[in-house]
């Protein structure tokens, strides 16, 4: 496949997926923040908040090569939607205005990650129709 400029767009957006999933390192202060993992066990353990890197470093290391993911692409798409169902299961049974009175940086983290994961899951799914259009592997 060709660079051109919509492939190179695509790339800086597999890049920015990658960044904004590192982000939950300034989130969680290191894993040093303990309303995050408190507030939802299951998804946010420090565990999970360091999967979600690794899931970031994932989107980045094939943000030149995606157009030979294709398959890869798909199983992002699947990632973010489950964390994006995930938070507005979380959002309608929590208050996070109770989380903002704790700790503001749980506060913004649980008010933006679902927004986030829908945003990139709609970048994901857009990316693996394109791929799976123009007949890649």
């Known amino acids: 496949m060709t660079r051109t400029l919509k492939s190179d767009t ?4 597999f890049v920015i997926a990658g960044i904004m999933n590192m982000s939950v390192l300034v989130f969680s202060r290191f894993f040093t923040n303990s309303f995050i993992p408190e507030s939802d066990p299951n ?17 980045i290391s094939v943000a ?36 903002f009175s704790n700790d503001k940086m749980a506060g913004v983290f649980y008010s933006v990650y679902g927004a986030n994961d829908w945003v990139f899951f709609i970048f994901f799914l857009f990316v693996f129709i394109r791929l799976i259009k123009i007949g890649t592997n």
């Open 10 to 13: 695509i790339t800086k957006g």
């Open 43 to 59: 998804v946010m353990s420090n565990f999970g908040l360091l999967m979600i890197v690794i899931w970031g470093l994932a989107y």
């Open 64 to 99: 030149k090569n995606y157009h030979n993911v294709k398959w890869l692409v798909g199983v992002f798409a699947l990632e973010k939607i489950i964390y994006g169902i995930i938070w507005i299961k979380w959002m309608l049974a929590n208050d996070v205005s109770a989380l």
